[in-house]
């Protein structure tokens, strides 16, 4: 007969509740994404919401002033670098607002 152990060890949810789930539409599989990069994915999606399109800079500054921003490991120039592997990765689109600008024109005609 085995012994039972003395102790056993746990693990529970905190903060995230059991029900929610987010799985990304496609496997995220690029080897220059860190765990760190999925991570801000996650938090993009979370933050940006059901919107088409976010501004980066108040992507950045929004993070930055949630308690996300005051981690030690989370700086400015961290989440800029993140975002442009992301963008790299071809899980994010960057449009210029000039390019946005003529989009805008051509949707909607000149007048």
Do not use: C, N
């Amino acid at each position: 007969m085995a012994e039972e152990p003395e102790f056993s060890t746990t693990v529970r949810h905190t903060k995230t509740a059991a029900d929610v789930v987010l799985v990304p539409g496609e496997v995220v599989d690029d080897a220059r994404l860190s765990l760190a990069d999925l991570g801000l994915y996650v938090k993009f999606t979370q933050w940006s919401g059901r919107l088409a399109e976010v501004d980066l800079d108040q992507m950045v500054t929004g993070l930055l002033d949630l308690p996300f921003g005051d981690r030690v490991d989370v700086d400015e120039a961290g989440l800029r670098a993140g975002f442009q592997r992301l963008i790299d990765a071809g899980l994010l689109q960057v449009r210029t607002a000039r390019e946005k600008a003529a989009q805008d024109r051509k949707d909607h005609g000149q007048f």
